[in-house]
């Protein structure tokens, strides 16, 4: 009768860190090295899977920005210096923008910062090779240096786009 049986050694304590598995007819096998040997194998498959990954997703977006996406290129500083503003007042910032892509250009909103501040933009597409303009304006309503920005959504490569505005309110008697 063949028997097939497993046993550990431990007859010593260094025969026994070693993790020997013997089968019968004296056939050993050391597990710890074909673990580590395994490990080291399947952790070099994972770091070449990351690598190729990234690799080819980075090219994959790179290809979609640029074969098929709208790309806003600013015509105008996309800082405006509004110079002093009479309290009270209201005073307008224009910027201007072209839509250098492929595609439309889709500005689904301009989110102001403070409620001093008003936004108006295209709400119709901007085709390729088209401007457009956003004006921001700004409501004084308290006297001092001030900055707000106003941000800007849209189907762009860049996503959303920061506008600032600078100045000072002065009161009428100056």
Known sequence: MNQTFLSH??????KAQTSHTQFSKGFA??????FNHSQT????IFLI???ILLFTNGIITENKKSN?????KWLSDTIAQMGKVELNQSKDANFELQN???????????QPSCGCTVADYPKSPIEPGQKGIIKITYRAQNVGVFQKTA????????YSTILSIKGEVISSKE
């Open 9 to 14: 050694h431990s007859c010593s304590p260094k």
């Open 29 to 34: 096998v050391n597990t710890k090295k074909i």
């Open 41 to 44: 194998f399947f952790k070099g």
């Open 49 to 51: 899977s990351a690598v």
């Open 68 to 72: 098929d996406s709208a790309v806003i």
């Open 100 to 110: 250098t892509g492929k595609v439309p250009l889709l500005i689904s909103r301009v």
């Open 151 to 158: 941000t800007v959504f849209s189907n762009a490569t860049t």
